[in-house]
Structure formats: C-alpha cells, structure tokens
C-alpha cells in the first residue's frame, strides 16, 4: 500500500508467450543446410536468363521497323483499315481452299500466324515470354532441388 491509499499487486510479472507466437517449431526448417551448388546455379541461371531476354525483347521492341513489304492494298469495312496481303486475299484463299479444302486454309493461316511470330515486334513479344518463361522453369527447378527447406511457410 502507498501512502496515498493505492493497493500495489505484489503478484511478478511473468508473460508466457503463446506456442504460435514462439520461433521453437521453425528452429527445425529455418536452420537446414545451405542451399546446393545447383539449386544456386539454376537460380543464377534464372535470373541471368530472365534480365537478357527482358533487355534483348525490349532492344528488339525498340528497334523493329514495320514490315509492310508485301501489302497489296487496304480494304476499309465499317470505318476500319485492313492490310491486303498476298495470303490474305480472297482469290489465294479461294484457291487453297479449292486444292486443299477448309483443313487448308486454317494449316495455311497458323503457318503464316508462327511466322509472324519472329519478325518485328512480335518477335519482342515472344523473345520476352520465352525467357519469363525459361527464368519460371528454372526457379522452380531450383525450388525442387531444395525440397522446400528454404521456405518455412510452405506447407511441404
């Protein structure tokens, strides 16, 4: 008791820390070995891989010039300007589609389609998913190789 009539609790303060809020059930997965030599190689791979097809895609994006070489002419339809290309004409698919019938004409637009794939700025494009794409394979390579011992959060 104070002098100014206040009951002090006599009690020690002691704070027990809940079993979730303790780091004792990550000590086990948090202090695993080092990471291998190849799960680090596939990591560095990855990122190596992920920066120079960013960069190459995004030098090509900049640097593609348009490649109108082999326009016939332009059709206009409901305000709308559309290339005439060789390939793309009525009569050229008319006469795939009689040599070779519907099977035809689709084989020939996914051919010209994949070759568009590697000219100009399409070609940034697919340069640019082909290495996020490559870069996510090998991290996740990397992440196999580990087993999950690096990450304590997943529930592996």
Known sequence: MTADGVVLC????TRKLPAC??????????????PSVLELRLN?????????????????????????HSVLGYEI????????TP???????????????KSAVIASDLADWFD????????????????????LLCFYVARLFSGGAHYPDHPD
């Open 10 to 13: 006599a009690l020690p303060y």
């Open 21 to 34: 809020a303790s780091l004792d059930h990550r000590l086990p997965t948090i202090m695993q070995a080092a």
């Open 44 to 68: 560095w791979c990855g990122a190596i891989v992920l920066i120079i097809g960013l960069a190459a895609a995004a030098f090509i994006y900049v640097a593609a010039e348009d490649s109108r």
């Open 77 to 84: 339809v409901d305000g709308k300007t559309y290339e005439v």
């Open 87 to 101: 390939d793309s004409s009525k009569r050229y698919v008319a006469d795939v589609e009689r040599f070779g019938g």
């Open 116 to 135: 568009q794939l590697w000219h100009g700025e399409r070609l940034a494009y697919t340069i640019g998913t082909l290495s996020i794409a490559v870069s």
